[in-house]
């Protein structure tokens, strides 16, 4: 994701005034504390995703916006957790266009 500094910008503003924000973040399980459900350690953009934001005069939303600073839950899936989905689908014989629709 890519977007104009203001606009990670207003989203930081509003996050601050919340109690509790949740996020989508697909990553590693041993990356989230599972107490919590926020981040053990901070995410970042690939230097690709960085270098096509400022091409463009955007910023990357990893390199944009704190986890830890607005103290974000992770609510979404663990990448272990699509792994498993994913096989699941496949063998019940569900093609590829039909892995990505619909509950896991």
Not at 9 to 32: G, M, N, Q, Y
Not at 45 to 55: G, K, M, Q, R
Not at 84 to 103: C, I, M
Request: glycine residues 2%; negative net charge.
């Amino acid at each position: 994701h890519v977007a104009d500094r203001a606009y990670f910008h207003d989203i930081c503003a509003l996050a601050r005034k919340a109690d509790t924000v949740f996020t989508e973040l697909i990553v590693p399980e041993a990356s989230v504390d599972s107490i919590s459900l926020t981040l053990k350690e901070p995410l970042y953009s690939t230097p690709a995703v960085s270098h096509l934001a400022a091409e463009h005069d955007l910023v990357a939303q990893l390199d944009a916006l704190d986890v830890f600073e607005l103290d974000w839950c992770v609510a979404d899936y663990t990448v272990e957790q699509v792994d498993e989905a994913r096989s699941r689908r496949q063998s019940r014989g569900l093609s590829s266009a039909q892995l990505g629709s619909g509950a896991p």
